[in-house]
């Protein structure tokens, strides 16, 4: 089945260090998302990618960095920089083709703790 | 401005409707969602509708549309413990589609 996989589905980060989440998707879409979710808030945009080896910038993405060398890849590495990183972390891609009506389709999500 | 607001809580009695109401800002947005997000999980797209539509509805599912107002509302018929859940509405803009959410509706399903 098609789909979006997020790993790990907890990840502890001690001070000072840079941790990765992975997202891959098999779903031959297009763009991919990064989404960080806090208590009783919804989600904010983090970063985001349209096309291989292209990315932007969303609302919060200060301490966070991306690459997306492979277009079914997205990871999301959330630095030293980043004060507050503990959060849920969401990936979501999208077929962006002409004519599609295809919504974002999200992962189960990645939860970050501090130690 | 670009909020999209929700009600941060509502209640009700199993078998009665359920009323989500969510209010946005941009008139450009294309399309509006309606997503589902049960504990620890991540979310689940209900439905959906395109900006020049008034209504949509899916079997228990009625979604309202006033452009107008900017005023966008989730109906759920016949409302059951398994619904019991945060709601969220998104609007999505640009072309590379970015979705900005509410904040989320806590819906809790009384038995």
């Known amino acids: 089945d098609g789909g979006i996989t997020q790993s790990p589905k907890y990840l502890f980060r001690k001070e000072g260090q840079n941790v990765t989440l992975s997202c891959e998707q098999n779903l031959n879409h297009d763009a991919m998302y990064w989404y960080r979710q806090d208590p009783g808030q919804g989600l904010r945009l983090i970063y985001y990618?349209?096309?291989?080896?292209?990315?932007q910038k969303g609302d919060i993405a200060e301490g966070y960095s991306v690459s997306r060398e492979k277009k079914e890849s997205f990871p999301l590495t959330v630095t030293s920089a980043q004060k507050n990183p503990t959060a849920f972390y969401l990936c979501a891609s999208i077929s962006t083709g002409t004519g599609s009506l295809q919504p974002q389709h999200f992962g189960d999500g990645t939860r970050l703790s501090i130690l | 401005g670009e909020d999209v607001e929700q009600s941060l809580f509502l209640s009700v009695r199993e078998g009665d409707s359920s009323v989500i109401n969510c209010t946005y800002t941009?008139?450009?947005?294309?399309?509006l969602y309606w997503y589902k997000q049960e504990p620890g999980a991540g979310l689940q797209l209900l439905t959906y509708i395109f900006s020049n539509m008034d209504m949509k509805q899916d079997q228990r599912l009625t979604v309202l549309l006033n452009k107008k107002d900017k005023h966008l509302s989730l109906r759920i018929a016949d409302t059951q413990t398994g619904d019991s859940a945060i709601y969220f509405c998104?609007?999505?803009?640009?072309?590379?589609?970015?979705?900005?959410f509410g904040s989320g509706t806590q819906l809790t399903v009384l038995p």
């Open positions: 941009d008139s450009s947005s294309t399309y």
């Open positions: 990618s349209q096309i291989v080896n292209d990315f």
């Open positions: 998104a609007e999505s803009r640009g072309s590379a589609r970015q979705l900005t």
